[in-house]
């Protein structure tokens, strides 16, 4: 989810540039290999200015941190995870923990001089969704995958 914030904030300011903005950029990402769940939701609240998705910096860095610390203890070369990380904790660091995760994008903003702003959008995300109970995840049960894996 951190990179495809990033991807995100990116993408406003380069549909900007273009002149595509708003609804039209919107629309454009929508129909491109660039969708996604943060484009298809996020957006909207930080078109909006709010940025209020109700999740914050810190957890951003907490979970990116793990990730990376986890990465490297196994041994996995990664090169992207530890360039999100570094972005997301100079964000930290300029705008607080506390700030919400996808004012990310303010970072492009602040570096351009210009806000990506647009009428019409929500200042939070309504899940209409109704609500289901959650199903665990077993993590290192490899014969519970291999018995879901059979049923296919």
């Known amino acids: 989810m951190a990179m495809s914030t990033i991807d995100e904030a990116e993408s406003r300011r380069l549909a900007a540039e273009v002149e595509a903005r708003g ?12 969708d996604s769940f943060v484009h298809e939701s996020e957006s909207q609240v930080i078109l909006n200015g709010s940025y209020d998705i109700n999740f914050t910096m810190d957890l951003v860095v907490k979970d990116t941190g793990l990730f990376d610390d986890l990465a490297r203890r196994l041994g996995v070369p990664c090169e992207v995870s530890p360039l999100v990380r570094r ?15 996808s004012a990310i994008l303010r970072r492009i903003e602040d570096a351009c001089g ?3 702003r647009a009428a019409g959008f929500p200042a939070e995300l309504i899940d209409a969704t109704p609500e289901t109970p959650g199903e665990e995840v077993a993590v290192g049960r490899r014969e519970r995958h291999e018995s879901r894996a059979g049923r296919a």
């Open 23 to 34: 609804a039209q950029a919107l629309e454009g990402i929508a129909n491109s290999s660039g």
């Open 114 to 116: 210009e806000s990506l």
């Open 87 to 101: 972005i997301f904790e100079d964000w930290l660091a300029r705008y607080g923990a506390r700030a919400w995760s």
